[in-house]
């Protein structure tokens, strides 16, 4: 099986300077498309790679693209930006890909940018990655040295100039047009669609917003073509996919394994299984803004179209594991204070339906619940659900609690009735 | 008033980007690795230099987490409270660092050589319980590590 993202990141070393990267093959692609491909046959490509948006949506990357005005008459500048700011609790993929291979990204914007015709590339990198900026920084600059930034990038008619953008917090920044208003100095609110970013974006201009994921893939679907990638997969969506495990599995961590790899197979052979002593109650399959799924799940195939089967999503692919040792009200209560901290206060369901959500969910974890408060929160979940709010946020906030309502029931009805947590 | 090495650090990043505003989070980033945090009197004088209202530079200093305000100690202590340390334990280590320092959550230590704040997920859940201190990240942390980690920040 062919892992492409990580053949080259080697854990625990620092990643490839620009020299090895080029050994093991880096830049080739970039070669390839300046010289013998227009920007339409590289979006093209990608377009039959059927690779779809490692940020979570999951969508198409080439049709994206495609909504780009392109040709005499588009305007530039035009703009590129990787949105690496992983916020999304339990997820931890684009860490791995910024701090284990930040060349393959690069490489990876610079033939999206090209794909695009843009003339400005930002990184969009979370504070937290101390790391990964100080290795992006030298990689930019290891990368303008050598031709493959700038003017003329190897001697062709394409110039591009990237920078890295460290922001200062906030969950909001990874919504793609919090993250645009983020990047022009503002609050990170959302802004209203359409226009979509690809015709009005940053500063008004074109833009295109990809997750560091879906980036890195570039290189290797221009190298090696659209149908490889796709063959890589074991669904119809393209390609492989970084997934990863966290709570109290024995062996938590991330692996790049077919897309469409079943949720039993990475829990049991990648993650180990359970620790010693617990039991799998559930688990939610891309971060806390996706459904929880239960022992009956088990043999999804983890891809986008497979998990909605289901009621849940894909997402990030970054499994949260709920062992039978931990409260599960315990656990949403978690994630709903969370996304009720991090509304940006734009728009009024969100800004004050979270706060009371988790306010619900704490009186019943502390033992001064309701029974009328389960309908109280399950009337919430549809409230704050799509089309309700100005953008993803609370749509997604309420995924991990209509779910557990429907999985856990008996554990939220067991905390009102015996009016304590019977975890704790 | 911007001390010259401020303003110069400001300046190396307006090429960057086609609006000065636009520089407005790295700005308040450069005034906050040098003062610590960002005082009223900082908003003032880089609202002037960014073309921008104090009230509009304001307004995007309250919105981001990691601008300070207020000022905080000489360490700031990040404890991850997202849902992967929370399943890991991260309570227990909370309680041991409020107990230690002798403060609560968003408080900094009278010897004012420690401010302990919540940070959202650090993205290291497959090594949980996570904190950072100053830029430093603690991952697969135990209650029992947290004296020696602290040992380390005068």
Redesign the interface.
Known sequence: MERPLTKDIRQGNPPLNLEEYEQAGGYQALRKALRHMDPSEVTEEVKKSNLRGRGGAGFPTGQKWSFVPMGEKALH?KYLVANAD???????K??LLLEGNPHQMIEGMILSAYAIQADVAYIFL??????AASLLTQAIHDAYQAGYLGKHILDSDYSLEM?L???????MCGEETGLLN???????TPRAKPPFPQTSGL?GKDTIVNNVETLSNVPHIINRGGQWFKDLSYTDDGGSKIY?????VKN???WELPMGTTLREILEEHAGGMREGLKFRGL?PGG?STDFLVEEHLDAKMDFSSLQQYGSRLGTG?I????DQ?CPV??VL??ER?FA??S?GWCTPCREGLPWTAKILAAIENGHGKMEYLELLERHSKLLGPGHTFCALAPGAVEPLQSALKYFREDFERHIKEQRCPWS | MLSEEEIREIEAEFP????R??????A??IVQRHRGWVSDESIHELAEF?EMTPEELD??AT?????YRKPVGRHVI?VC????C???GYESMRARLTERLGIEMGQTSDDNRFTLLP??????????PAM?VD?D?YRDLKPDDLEEILAGYE
């Open positions: 500048p992983e916020m999304e609790p339990g997820t931890f684009d860490r979370r504070w937290a990655y101390k790391r920078h953008h460290v922001s200062a917090g906030r969950y983020a990047l022009e100095g503002k609050r990170a500063w990863g495990a966290s709570g109290k938590p961590g991330a939610l806390a970054t949260i594991v709920l062992d931990t315990g656990m978690n994630m969370f901290q991090e940006c | 960057h980007y086609p609006t505003e636009a520089v407005s989070v790295e308040m980033k960014l307004s995007v919105f981001y987490n990691l601008i990040l409270d997202s849902i992967s929370w399943i890991m940070i959202p997920c650090l993205g290291t859940c497959d090594h949980a950072m830029e990240l």
